[in-house]
């Protein structure tokens, strides 16, 4: 059940940004506050939209109808495209009982606005939900219906220039009483960038505390907020957020606070700059490293550091890069990097261990890395670099020509510009990843030719190829734990399969 609850949580959440609104209306409009508040404690979804467009997000983040959440995926597949058509929305998606409930308020435009009040569907809309009419006490309600459930089937009616959209018919009553008493509904003031025409609320209800608790992870108690402002068009947008809750439900598992970092020209950007990720990394208990590593041996062992090296070598800022060129015998393959700066002496010894442990037997020779002392690269039998100073140590399998490489994270990820500081940021070029994933792949055919499986299943590599260059161009930075920016491209192939 908490499993279920939380993949319909996620699936509301993702739902908030595959919104597509219609026309922007006048500045100082807004629509009647008649949806009921959510009890207390009931985990809901909250959101409102005055943009055409508001969230083009490439249709390799629509839920598709496979997994284990498909449900509740599809249920939101079938209200989302009715939704869009309106000028203007709010929406309350809520979870109680396992149960999820839609009340919305709605304005249509022109002849939509009098084709849903007469509870017809437009043709127009090429959209596979009907209504039909409704007997009983509320005069014009309309029953929706085509979806799947449990979402469906939902309720309407329209009401002084709106459309009123419930998931029972008491529930509509309710809100039409609320229109006619003129207050008492969810009116919410957003402080987040009050001029951008979208804004959206979450609150998780306990869910992921109590899920963490299931699980043996000590966590503190209480729900998640967030919430968030967007806005965009064909080409792209960006969506900001803040969130209360986090740092106290995950404290008893930080021994120390978590630093933004300044992630300047220390870091490089190797080309082509695939995928990337950087995390300000807490400092971690040698424990958890005691039974991690490579075949049966642990990391200690791996690299040849004792408890106290590691102790110093993994607090501090972690770049992880997909980008440049490796080799593996014949085979070009895009280069893994590591960036681990400010390490001093823990980042020159792991270096220099290295290349002392019993693989490295099969290395012919390790060159010198230009300004880095310890360590050095290698090209026989794959690319492969491990080299560090006092202030930074690289790892990785890539070549060593591509460390010098110019770009910067900055190059890439305009949000990391002005001196921004940061405690986690990624980046993901999807048709630059797409084109790497089908390399990989015809790699793993000409090996299975020399007679070795590589386990390739090219029908799952075409899906994935495909899903990554409808993403375009995703970016994401948090100064903080509770505050991010979320920025997308589409690339061109996205706005065509629109």
Known sequence: MIRKAIALLGALALGAMLVTLARSVPEGQKLPAVIPLPDEGVPFLFLETREKNAFSLPSAFLPDDSGKITTAFSGLRSIFPFLAKAEETAVLFSLKEGRPF????????????????????????????????????????????????????????????????????????????????????MNVSWFLEKRWPNHFMFFDGGILSHAASKKGVSVGHGG????????????????????????????????????????????????????????????????????????????????????????????????????????????????????????????????????????????????????????????????????????????????????????????????????????FWAYLDGPALAEAVRSLARTGKIIEKMGRSSGVDMKTVLRTSEALEKAGILSVVMPSMEKGVFEWKISPVSVKDK
């Open 102 to 185: 839609v009340d919305g308020v709605l304005r249509f435009g022109g002849d939509d606005s009098e084709s849903i009040a007469g509870g017809v569907v437009p043709e127009t809309w090429n959209s596979p939900l009907r209504a039909g009419e409704v007997s009983g006490d509320i005069p014009g309600l309309f029953e929706l219906k085509g979806g799947p459930s449990p979402l469906f089937p939902l309720y309407f009616c329209g009401r002084n220039g709106v459309t009123l959209l419930g998931a029972t018919p008491g529930r509509v009553k309710a809100m039409a009483a609320l229109l006619e008493k003129g207050s008492g509904g």
């Open 224 to 423: 998640i907020s967030v919430t968030a402002a967007w806005k965009g068009d064909l080409s792209g947008g960006r969506l900001k957020w803040e969130s209360e809750g986090i740092e106290a439900l995950f404290s008893r598992n930080l021994p120390e606070k978590i630093t933004p970092v300044l992630w300047d020209e220390r870091f490089l950007a190797p080309e082509p700059f695939i995928a990337s990720i950087g995390i300000s990394l807490p400092r971690i208990p040698v424990t958890a490293f005691k039974n991690a590593g490579a075949g049966e041996w642990s990391i200690q062992d791996t690299v040849g550091l004792g408890g106290k090296e590691l102790d110093e070598l993994f607090p501090g800022p972690l770049m992880v890069s997909l980008g440049g060129t490796g080799k593996l015998l014949v085979f070009s393959l895009p280069g893994i990097l590591f960036q681990l700066p400010g390490r001093g002496a823990a980042g020159t010894s792991f270096a220099a261990s290295f290349w002392n442990r019993e693989w490295s037997s099969l290395v012919p020779a390790v060159e010198k890395l230009e300004g880095f002392p310890a360590g050095g690269t290698a090209s026989i039998p794959f690319s492969i670099v491990c080299a560090a100073n006092a202030e930074m140590l690289r790892f990785g399998v890539i070549d060593g020509g591509t460390l010098k490489s110019e770009k910067q994270i900055a190059d890439f990820v305009p949000l990391m510009g002005d001196e921004q500081r940061a405690v």
